[in-house]
């Protein structure tokens, strides 16, 4: 049986605009102006889960079920509702968690941008203009001069490249383009960005940990004896998995493939990094077919026989395996940020987890340097284009019952798990 580090985080996460409710941003004007329909249906955000007014009760399930780390963010939009302008009812929210985290003896880890911007951010500073890094280190160091002394972990950016794809690329989160080119100028923006917050953080808080939540994939070609395709597969991989590791090692973006996308600019990364967060979900196939803009085709098969999602995601857990190993060359701390499946078979969840603790067991024992694992989600969520229908959460949100909760037995299952290593 493995040992577990001292200090080892055993926790749950969630995105504001996910959990909270009572949020207006540009992601709530896209979802209204029908931008994530499906089947003919547009998501209804509603409250979320309605965690702003629910927040005590959801630390104190944590508490309760020995959970000692949470990962949130903070909404951007609601801190600062329009340009210039800080809201400090919002902030002094955000303080009175922190603080009721810090009394269930909670450590929390806070998210600067998960996704989620003010209205008014995308028409006067984009993400591919300077003027997006003043007005996110604005936010940043208000956030900072509130709540930098209580907070001792930070991610700067959640997914920069899974969000940056979905606006800028595949244009179906806002603002809506389609650019390639363009989505790579913003992933350069979003690191100086981070770069920027790095700074602002050890400001205020030096003794303060500082890193970025990376999603990883396994990617398999479909068919490992066509060349073709093993190439495009080296080159999503490359996109998705490493782009940004090597970014940071060798203070450069770059990516190529003739044709369709290439972008080679010196970034000066230098000692802005701290720990990476890794976010891991599932396995995905490649082939060839010019599919939009791009010469091959992602999707999933079930062929782990451990099945799908309810979001039709493979469940693959060697492929944690993969992504620590991957993130732990980089020399860095190592945190798994975000790892958890959708599904209305909460046996099903039990059995999620114990596959994917067995991956991280394996790896502290052969000596990686993995600091702490946050199950995605605490509670069932708005998740975006599938609404509330997607069941991530280790807490039951009962819609229909003024957002009532209830602890699901998986929430039993990961606390006797951790009673057994938590020292």
């Given at each position: 049986?493995?040992?577990?580090?001292?200090?080892?985080?055993?926790?749950?996460?969630?995105?504001?605009?996910?959990?909270?409710?009572?949020?207006?941003?540009?992601?709530?004007?896209?979802?209204?102006?029908?931008?994530?329909?499906?089947?003919?249906?547009?998501?209804?955000?509603?409250?979320?889960?309605?965690?702003?007014?629910?927040?005590?009760?959801?630390?104190?399930?944590?508490?309760?079920?020995?959970?000692?780390?949470?990962?949130?963010?903070?909404?951007?939009?609601?801190?600062?509702?329009?340009?210039?302008?800080?809201?400090?009812?919002?902030?002094?929210?955000y303080k009175q968690m922190v603080d009721y985290l810090l009394k269930k003896n909670i450590t929390p880890m806070l998210t600067f941008h998960h996704f989620t911007h003010p209205s008014w951010f995308?028409?006067?500073?984009?993400?591919?203009?300077?003027?997006?890094?003043?007005?996110?280190?604005?936010?940043?160091?208000?956030?900072?001069?509130?709540?930098?002394?209580?907070?001792?972990?930070?991610?700067?950016?959640?997914?920069?490249?899974?969000?940056?794809?979905?606006?800028?690329?595949?244009?179906?989160?806002?603002?809506?383009?389609?650019?390639?080119?363009?989505?790579?100028?913003?992933?350069?923006?979003?690191?100086?960005?981070?770069?920027?917050?790095?700074?602002?953080?050890?400001?205020?808080?030096?003794?303060?940990?500082?890193?970025?939540?990376?999603?990883?994939?396994?990617?398999?070609?479909?068919?490992?004896?066509?060349?073709?395709?093993?190439?495009?597969?080296?080159?999503?991989?490359?996109?998705?998995?490493?782009?940004?590791?090597?970014?940071?090692?060798?203070?450069?973006?770059?990516?190529?493939?003739?044709?369709?996308?290439?972008?080679?600019?010196?970034?000066?990364?230098?000692?802005?990094?701290?720990?990476?967060?890794?976010?891991?979900?599932?396995?995905?196939?490649?082939?060839?077919?010019?599919?939009?803009?791009?010469?091959?085709?992602?999707?999933?098969?079930?062929?782990?026989?451990?099945?799908?999602?309810?979001?039709?995601?493979?469940?693959?857990?060697?492929?944690?395996?993969?992504?620590?190993?991957?993130?732990?060359?980089?020399?860095?701390?190592?945190?798994?940020?975000?790892?958890?499946?959708?599904?209305?078979?909460?046996?099903?969840?039990?059995?999620?987890?114990?596959?994917?603790?067995?991956?991280?067991?394996?790896?502290?024992?052969?000596?990686?340097?993995?600091?702490?694992?946050?199950?995605?989600?605490?509670?069932?969520?708005?998740?975006?284009?599938?609404?509330?229908?997607?069941?991530?959460?280790?807490?039951?949100?009962?819609?229909?019952?003024?957002?009532?909760?209830k602890a699901k037995p998986s929430l039993q299952f990961f606390s006797n798990y951790i009673k057994k290593f938590k020292k």
């Amino acid at each position: 049986m493995s040992e577990y580090p001292n200090n080892f985080l055993w926790g749950a996460a969630t995105s504001a605009f996910q959990s909270e409710g009572h949020i207006k941003n540009d992601m709530l004007e896209w979802e209204k102006k029908g931008h994530f329909r499906k089947n003919g249906k547009d998501p209804v955000y509603g409250n979320a889960s309605d965690h702003w007014h629910h927040w005590r009760e959801d630390f104190d399930l944590l508490a309760e079920y020995g959970l000692n780390a949470y990962r949130f963010s903070v909404e951007w939009a609601r801190i600062v509702p329009e340009p210039g302008k800080i809201d400090e009812k919002a902030l002094d929210q955000y303080k009175q968690m922190v603080d009721y985290l810090l009394k269930k003896n909670i450590t929390p880890m806070l998210t600067f941008h998960h996704f989620t911007h003010p209205s008014w951010f995308h028409e006067i500073s984009p993400w591919h203009t300077n003027e997006a890094l003043v007005q996110f280190t604005f936010f940043v160091d208000a956030v900072m001069q509130k709540l930098g002394k209580y907070v001792d972990f930070y991610i700067t950016l959640n997914e920069p490249l899974v969000w940056a794809l979905a606006a800028y690329g595949d244009g179906v989160f806002p603002p809506g383009k389609k650019d390639l080119n363009l989505m790579m100028q913003v992933v350069y923006n979003l690191l100086l960005a981070h770069k920027s917050a790095y700074s602002i953080v050890k400001k205020y808080n030096p003794k303060a940990r500082v890193g970025i939540a990376k999603n990883i994939i396994f990617f398999q070609a479909k068919n490992r004896m066509n060349p073709v395709s093993v190439l495009l597969k080296s080159f999503v991989e490359h996109f998705f998995n490493d782009m940004l590791f090597k970014a940071f090692g060798r203070n450069k973006l770059e990516i190529n493939l003739p044709f369709f996308l290439t972008f080679n600019q010196k970034i000066d990364l230098k000692d802005s990094i701290d720990f990476w967060g890794i976010n891991y979900y599932y396995r995905m196939f490649i082939r060839c077919k010019l599919d939009k803009h791009l010469p091959f085709e992602m999707f999933f098969e079930n062929k782990s026989g451990f099945g799908l999602s309810d979001m039709g995601w493979e469940i693959y857990p060697p492929g944690l395996t993969y992504a620590l190993k991957k993130a732990a060359a980089s020399g860095k701390e190592i945190y798994i940020t975000e790892n958890g499946i959708a599904t209305d078979n909460d046996n099903k969840r039990e059995k999620y987890l114990e596959l994917h603790l067995e991956q991280i067991q394996k790896v502290i024992n052969n000596g990686l340097n993995l600091k702490g694992y946050f199950y995605w989600s605490l509670l069932d969520n708005y998740e975006w284009i599938e609404g509330t229908n997607a069941r991530f959460g280790l807490i039951e949100v009962d819609y229909a019952q003024k957002f009532a909760r209830k602890a699901k037995p998986s929430l039993q299952f990961f606390s006797n798990y951790i009673k057994k290593f938590k020292k």
